[in-house]
């Protein structure tokens, strides 16, 4: 399993088309990781969201789920840029990844020999590599989709370099060469939330649990402040710092928001974390963030996500964290994760304030000042 810091798995952006070919048995852990994923239908209105029981596929609603990877699954109809290719003062060190609308490298800026990640706008299904870099649409009806998504990519990346958050990756670039689009992020060390729920002897106490949370619940409140949700929270895309200072990573799902937007088209979902109305076509909002993290806390604690949504709306066999960690972590950290994985999106909190509100109630108030100032 690769533990790079910034892109421990596979990016795997929203998209308007992907088409892959099934291949073996579908292994994934319980946090969701697939090694391949599944299957897709190449279609730019209609994109069938598959999930895998028992090493078969079936189709359950008009949505495309993606899970991540961990290792890259590069073809030859794909080919990444070469190691040593000089990118815009950037040169290449090894391909880290990719996902059905991108491709991601380890590279160094060569003036300053400062490593940085760089994400390549690469729709597999749309384009080719040609000899010296350049992206091509693999046919001419694919042009007008293929510069759309450029623009897109673009827009999206320009507003997110504009956010300067300590616990927000950071977007230090964005430049277009070889027809395409590039967005370069800051390099930063350390291990994703995943390798913590997982090592047996990693102790995942009350005060973990508040630096690590109110930290990561101030970056989601940059990106609400400004009409962005995330739309991926979940343990691998929260890397760990020295002194564990949460960083959040992998914006490929990130979607700008407009007051009374429902969810809709194409999405990337993690079973256990995405929210119920990123599967029904719900009300789009600060909620459908704060039960990933509700969520995502909640497998800090028990070592393993809960059950996926859809599952909880069927047969909901979620046991209250207030009952069995009760003598482990405080009362409002506990009622503040059991009130964001509400299945209605009325029932949970509305805005990050009110979230850290009730999870910090119980702890006394110089600490909480601490941990979300980074000083704890």
């Known amino acids: 399993m690769s533990n790079h810091p910034i892109c421990s798995r596979i990016d795997l952006e929203r998209m308007r088309s992907y088409s892959v070919s099934q291949s073996g048995t579908q292994e994934k852990d319980e946090f969701g990781d697939t090694k391949p994923f599944a299957v897709g239908v190449r279609t730019y209105r209609e994109i069938r969201l598959y999930s895998l029981s028992g090493g078969r596929t079936r189709p359950q609603h008009w949505y495309f789920a993606a899970q991540a990877m961990n290792e890259p699954n590069i073809n030859g109809s794909r080919r990444p840029l070469s190691r040593g290719y000089l990118l815009n003062g950037y040169r290449i060190e090894r391909?880290?990844?990719?996902?059905g609308f991108s491709l991601v490298y380890l590279a160094y800026h060569v003036a300053t020999r400062i490593k940085v990640v760089i994400k390549e706008y690469f729709p597999e299904a749309l384009v080719a590599r040609l000899p010296g870099g350049r992206l091509d649409p693999t046919t001419e009806g694919d042009m007008g989709t293929y510069h759309l998504g450029i623009k897109r990519f673009f827009?999206?990346?320009?507003?997110?370099?504009?956010?300067?958050?300590p616990n927000i990756v950071n977007v230090s670039n964005i430049f277009r060469t070889n027809n395409t689009v590039y967005m370069v992020m800051d390099y930063a060390q350390g291990q994703d939330l995943r390798w913590y729920i997982k090592h047996p002897k990693s102790r995942i106490g009350e005060q973990f649990m508040l630096i690590v949370f109110s930290q990561t619940a101030l970056g989601l409140r940059e990106l609400h402040d400004n009409s962005f949700l995330h739309l991926d929270i979940k343990p691998a895309n929260i890397l760990l710092r020295p002194r564990g200072r949460p960083l959040l990573i992998d914006f490929g799902?990130?979607?700008?928001v407009a007051p009374g937007t429902n969810f809709g088209g194409?999405?990337?979902l993690t079973h256990g974390f995405a929210a119920p109305e990123q599967y029904q076509q719900g009300p789009m909002g600060p909620?459908?963030?704060l039960y990933a993290l509700g969520a995502t806390m909640y497998s800090c604690i028990a070592r393993r996500p809960p059950p996926a949504a859809m599952d909880r709306q069927k047969n909901d066999i979620l046991k209250p964290v207030s009952k069995t960690h009760a003598r482990k972590y405080p009362k409002s950290l506990l009622s503040s994760i059991e009130w964001a994985i509400q299945l209605d999106h009325r029932e949970r909190p509305q805005s990050v304030n009110a979230f850290l509100e009730r999870a910090l109630a119980d702890f006394p108030k110089d600490l909480a000042a601490d941990a979300l100032k980074g000083t704890l």
Do not use: I
């Open 95 to 99: 391909t880290l990844g990719g996902g």
């Open 155 to 165: 827009s999206e990346a320009s507003a997110l370099a504009k956010l300067k958050h």
């Open 253 to 256: 799902a990130v979607q700008r």
């Open 266 to 268: 194409v999405q990337t």
């Open 287 to 289: 909620w459908a963030d």
